[in-house]
C-alpha cells in the first residue's frame, strides 16, 4: 500500500479559463470504469421498468422473493456498459422473517432499517456509485487508509471470486462508493447472487436506444472544496476542469464545480456546491433541500448518436410515459448556435436535428459535446438524466492513428449552461420550490 500523503487543499478555485488541465496518474488504487449505479427506491419492480421504458434499456439480472431473498428486491437493467441497479426493501414483517437470512444475501452489507429511512429521506436517489476496480480489497484498504469513511469491510464471494466494498462517497452525505473486482466478473450478468435474466445471446443487454455506457455522475455537496480534498485525499483522483459561478450561472443559479478523474479518466465525477448572492437561491440548493443533504444530481449516459437516441426517448413520453425531457431552448438559442461554436463543427443537417429534437451542442478545444437533460425521473425535484454524444478526439495528434475516443472531449456544456439553468429555474418556479 502506497504511504498516505496528506490531500492538496486549495484556497480557491480559478474557473474554467485559467485553470490548466494535468494528469498526474495519481490514483492510490487501479480504477478501470464504472461497473453500476444502484438506486433506492419505493417499489424497484416498478422504478426498473419505468426506466427501461423511458431509456430503452432491458432487464438482466433479479435478487428478490422469488430467488430466495426475504429482505429486500433488487431489479437490474442494462444498456450497453450501463447498469442500473433499483432497490427496495421488503416490509418489517419480512425483514423479520429474513433475519435468519443475512448470510445469503447478495449484498451482505444490507440493513432494511436503515433503507427504508434513507428512501424516506431522499425519496428514490442513487445510493450507491460502482466502480470496478482491480482489486476491491486493496482499494478499501489504500482508501481508509487516505481518509475514507468504511462502510463495508471486503467481502469475497466463495463461488465467483468477486470482491465488493464500499466507502463512503462525500464527506457529509450517506452515497456509498462500491468497489467491485474479480476475474470473472465480465461473465456475472450483474454481481454474485443475482438470477441471470439474459437470453443465450446476451440480447436483454444491448438496450433499445443506443445508450452506451456511465459518462459522468454529478454530486451536490454543501462545500466544494472540502469534499474534493476527501474524495482526492482517499482516491488520489486529479482535477479534470473546473468552473465557476463566472463560468456557468445565470444571474441566479450560480454554483461552483469541479470533476475529478481517475487515471484513465473513465471515472468522472463532477462535484457541485451552492453560491448566494442572487435574487432566488441558487439550484443546487433548491436540490440540497429537496433532496435531504448531498447526493447524486444525475447522471449522464452516452450514445454513439444523440438524434435517434433523443427521438426514441421523445416517442416513448409520448405513447407510453417515459421520462419527460427539459424545455427546448428559446428559437434564438439554435439560431446563434453556428457563430457560437463554429461552422466546422456540425452539418446543417445535424443543426436542424439539433433544433427539432431540443438537444442543445458545444465544445471545446478538443471535440464537440451533444446534450439534453430530462426533468426530474422521480418525484421529487432532485434526480435527472443526461443524455450526451461526444464527437471527435478520435485520432492521435502526433500519428494521426485513430485511437479510442478520449474520455471527456467535449467538454462538459460549459457554452449551454446558461440555458440550461434558465430551464431549470423555469421549472422550480412552476413548482413552487424557489420563487422569486
Do not use: W
Amino acid at each position: 500500500m502506497p504511504p498516505r500523503s496528506a490531500p492538496r487543499k486549495r484556497a480557491r478555485l480559478v474557473g474554467c479559463e485559467h485553470f490548466v488541465r494535468h494528469n498526474p496518474r495519481s490514483d492510490r488504487f487501479e480504477t478501470l470504469g464504472f461497473h453500476h449505479l444502484e438506486l433506492l427506491c419505493g417499489d424497484a419492480k416498478t422504478a426498473a421498468a419505468h426506466f427501461c421504458t423511458a431509456l430503452g434499456l432491458r432487464p438482466i439480472a433479479l435478487s428478490s422473493m422469488m430467488t430466495g431473498n426475504l429482505t429486500y428486491a433488487s431489479h437490474v437493467v442494462a444498456s450497453g456498459d450501463v447498469k442500473l441497479a433499483f432497490t427496495a426493501p421488503y416490509g418489517d414483517g419480512a425483514a423479520a422473517a429474513a433475519a435468519h437470512q443475512r448470510e445469503g444475501l447478495p449484498h451482505r452489507a444490507f440493513k432494511p432499517e436503515e433503507a427504508r429511512a434513507a428512501f424516506a429521506a431522499h425519496g428514490m436517489h442513487v445510493s450507491a456509485v460502482g466502480i470496478h476496480v482491480s482489486d476491491a480489497a486493496r482499494a478499501f484498504d489504500a482508501a481508509v487508509e487516505g481518509g475514507a469513511f468504511p462502510l463495508a469491510e471486503p467481502f469475497v464471494d466463495d463461488k465467483t471470486g468477486v470482491c465488493i466494498s464500499e466507502v463512503r462517497l462525500y464527506p457529509d452525505g450517506d452515497v456509498r462508493l462500491r468497489f467491485v473486482s474479480g476475474a470473472h466478473l465480465s461473465e456475472l450478468p450483474f454481481l454474485p447472487g443475482y438470477r441471470d435474466l439474459r437470453d443465450a445471446e446476451g440480447v436483454a443487454a444491448a438496450g433499445k436506444y443506443g445508450i452506451e455506457r456511465v459518462d459522468h455522475v454529478v454530486g451536490n455537496v454543501k462545500d466544494l472544496l472540502s469534499t474534493v480534498d476527501y474524495i482526492v485525499g482517499f482516491t488520489g483522483f486529479h482535477e479534470f476542469a473546473e468552473f465557476t459561478a463566472a463560468d456557468v450561472g445565470t444571474v441566479d443559479s450560480g454554483l461552483n464545480s469541479m470533476v475529478l478523474a481517475s487515471n484513465n479518466e473513465r471515472v468522472l465525477l463532477p462535484i457541485n456546491e451552492p453560491t448566494s448572492g442572487g435574487k432566488r437561491k441558487s439550484q443546487i440548493l433548491t436540490y440540497l433541500e429537496q433532496h435531504g443533504g448531498p447526493g447524486v444530481q444525475h447522471i449522464a449516459l452516452k450514445t454513439n448518436d444523440v438524434f435517434a437516441t433523443v427521438a426514441a426517448m421523445r416517442a416513448a413520453h409520448a405513447a407510453c410515459g417515459g421520462f419527460e425531457l427539459m424545455d427546448r431552448p428559446r428559437e434564438s438559442y439554435y439560431d446563434n448556435l453556428v457563430d457560437r461554436i463554429g461552422a466546422d463543427a456540425l452539418t446543417p443537417s445535424q443543426v436542424a436535428q439539433c433544433r427539432e429534437l431540443g438537444i442543445l451542442a458545444d465544445r471545446d478545444d478538443q471535440g464537440i459535446l451533444l446534450q439534453i437533460f430530462t426533468k426530474p425521473v422521480g418525484d421529487r425535484s432532485t434526480l435527472f438524466v443526461e443524455i450526451i454524444q461526444r464527437i471527435g478526439c478520435t485520432h492521435d495528434p502526433a500519428t494521426n492513428k485513430e485511437i479510442e475516443q478520449s474520455p471527456g472531449c467535449g467538454g462538459f456544456g460549459k457554452g449551454n449552461f446558461h440555458e440550461l439553468f434558465r430551464a431549470i429555474e423555469e421549472y422550480e418556479t412552476r413548482a413552487g420550490i424557489n420563487k422569486l
